[in-house]
């Protein structure tokens, strides 16, 4: 029986109040982002406005998608939830939009990925080079935002800034040593989810609280909220890998199984002792390159063998966590709200 899902209010112009707050959080931290990428370095520059879409190829002016924003809206809600105001979230915001930014990009060249956001790659377009010179500089601009003097002393939150960076190298690092091995289990993809994903999410929520004036407590359990959905969010995007619209996410669908990642509703497909389970494993053990046709029988596999309805489970269970959480919270009743409609429309998209 699927979980039901409790009513979320609608904003005055009719949308939800999810979509609202990514999209409130996309107009606020946008041109922050911009502005701090323009104080770097010339190349630099220019990469960082390629990747985050306001450049074209030759450095002219484009529309290109910053992204969903869903990391600032995160910390901004998590100012709230603590009782600060938005302004006051406004540093953290900006800084883990960044280092997410920073992750895609080196994402996109260990993956040889070639489409992001419905553009080339910055790999594809400037090289190998120019790609990990510009998620560095990415990562450095993200501590340096929130070094930037606020008045609180900031030494707490660049270390928790980077404790998830450290944890998201490894996330990331379990996910590449998983591609070698036939013998991943559920349990080893949930920490390297929650570490590749949950960490930067719970980071948002977490840098979001201290700024809005949390204490420890509040803060780690803001963190923890931020991580279970992390989980739940990455387990959605590997669903959107297998089963998604190419015109909705912007990446080539299948590119998962082309690769033969061990994404949790393959990892559940392969478990199910089902003679799609074998065949689903024969595709694994081959490396060969699959044709459309091919990826879409695999993605048909791991639906029959049962694999996506046990990763919607998990998204499910994720986040009941993720609730039980945000109610220990002491969180104001608007923090809450907002928090429990973001989890609510970060795990319910299509791109
Ligand atoms: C899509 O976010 C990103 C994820 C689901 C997380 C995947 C994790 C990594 C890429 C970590 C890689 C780490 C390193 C160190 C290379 P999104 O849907 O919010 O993207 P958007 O900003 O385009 O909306
Ligand atoms: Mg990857």
């Not at 029986?1 to 409130?24: D, N, R, Y």
Request: charged residues 20%; negative net charge.
């Amino acid at each position: 029986m699927p979980t039901p899902v409790a009513p979320l209010p609608l904003t005055p112009s009719g949308e939800s109040l999810g979509l609202h707050l990514l999209e409130s959080a996309q107009a606020a931290t946008g041109p922050k982002m911009r502005a701090q990428c323009e104080r770097m370095p010339s190349r630099m520059a220019g990469l960082a406005g390629y990747h985050l879409g306001w450049l074209d190829e030759r450095g002219g002016p484009a529309q290109g998608s910053m992204g969903k924003a869903a990391r600032p809206a995160l910390a901004l809600a998590s100012t709230r939830a603590a009782g600060g105001s938005a302004s006051d979230g406004l540093g953290p915001a900006v800084a883990v939009e960044l280092v997410h930014n920073f992750s895609l990009v080196h994402d996109d060249v260990i993956d040889r990925d070639e489409l992001r956001r419905h553009r080339r790659a910055l790999w594809a377009v400037f090289g190998l080079p120019s790609a990990l010179l510009s998620g560095d500089a990415l990562l450095a601009l993200a501590l340096r935002v929130l070094s930037e003097p606020t008045g609180d002393p900031p030494g707490r939150a660049v270390s928790v800034l980077c404790d998830a960076v450290l944890e998201l190298v490894e996330g990331e690092a379990m996910d590449v040593s998983f591609e070698q091995r036939t013998d991943v289990t559920v349990a080893e993809y949930t920490a390297m989810a929650a570490a590749k994903t949950g960490a930067l999410m719970g980071c948002s929520c977490a840098l979001g609280a201290l700024a809005g004036g949390a204490d420890i407590e509040q803060a780690e359990l803001l963190r923890a909220f931020g991580r279970h959905l992390g989980v739940a969010f990455q387990i959605v995007d590997d669903l959107l890998g297998i089963l998604g619209d190419a015109d909705a996410t912007g990446k080539p669908v299948g590119g998962d199984i082309a690769a033969r990642k061990k994404t949790l509703p393959v990892l559940a497909a392969l478990a199910s002792s089902t003679p799609q389970a074998r065949a689903l494993a024969r595709v694994y053990a081959s490396d060969t390159h699959l044709t459309g046709a091919e990826l879409r029988h695999a993605a048909g596999l791991v639906t029959e063998a049962g694999g996506v309805q046990a990763a919607r489970r998990t998204v499910r269970r994720e986040l009941s966590l993720a609730f039980e959480v945000l109610g220990e919270a002491a969180a104001t009743p608007a923090g809450r709200r907002d928090l429990t409609a973001l989890a609510h429309v970060l795990t319910q998209r299509d791109h």
